[in-house]
């Protein structure tokens, strides 16, 4: 699977949009992006998934360049309680990695009121 | 409805001793993986099953870690002697389907000590 480069840390007030980039810069033509997240003391969850262009959902937006080799999260109005650990994952799990996820050392993002 | 739960949340044990995770998935899902997560890293995939098989154990680091699933449900980490460097959270997630399902299922982790 591509191999994922993300900051180690970031932080951020109440109320403002954070955006985390992640590079993977072999991603294959079949790769997915997948982004989750994880508190202290509890297992990670997902957030949002996408291939191309931009994926939204109620918790977050994806942003997917053309090239496809680098991808950034996108959190609004963050508050205290999106003070997290942020991973980005790139794979297909459609095949021969019979879906198991292969997680980096992740984005610590720390949110000050 | 229920997550994944996993027990016990907390095990301490003695270097040499034998120990057992368990990890309920939500009901209905077919796929169960297990991984290790170290302080201040991801999580590691150790094992993969898809119903009652082991379909990818490429991830257990020696003989002395085994995991089974017998009826299709619960799973059950097992670890023969353990080492100082056995000590990690144990996570177990499941997913409903097989090699698709890039959403997985996390339970809350089991913090294993080994002194």
């Known amino acids: ?24 810069n072999n991603i294959a033509t079949n790769d997915y992006i997948t982004w989750y997240q994880q508190f202290p003391s509890q297992g990670p969850r997902f957030i949002i998934q996408g291939y191309k ?30 003070t997290a650990v ?17 997680f980096g050392r992740g984005t610590q993002l720390t949110v000050w009121p | 409805g229920a997550g994944v739960s996993q027990t016990p949340s907390n095990k301490v044990t003695e270097k040499g001793k ?14 169960l993986y297990w991984y290790r997560q170290s302080l201040g890293q991801g999580p590691e995939f150790l094992i993969y099953f ?27 980490l097992k670890i023969q002697r353990t080492e100082r460097g056995d000590s990690a959270v144990y996570l177990c997630a499941s997913s409903r389907g097989s090699s698709g399902e890039m959403e997985q299922f996390f339970g809350p982790g089991t913090r294993l000590t080994v002194l």
């Open chain 1, 1 to 24: 699977l591509a191999k994922t480069t993300q900051p180690i840390s970031m932080d951020s007030y109440e109320g403002q949009e954070v955006n985390i980039t992640c590079s993977h």
């Open chain 1, 53 to 82: 262009t931009k994926v939204t959902n109620e918790v977050a937006s994806l942003f997917i360049p053309a090239d496809r080799k680098s991808s950034t999260l996108s959190l609004p109005r963050v508050s205290l309680s999106d």
């Open chain 1, 86 to 102: 942020y991973y980005c994952l790139v794979g297909d799990g459609r095949g021969s990695t019979l879906g198991r996820l292969y």
């Open chain 2, 18 to 31: 034998y120990v057992e995770l368990r990890c309920d998935p939500i009901s209905g899902h077919t796929a």
């Open chain 2, 50 to 76: 898809q119903g009652t098989g082991a379909a990818d154990d490429s991830g257990l680091p020696n003989d002395r870690f085994f995991a089974v699933r017998p009826e299709g449900s619960v799973s059950t």
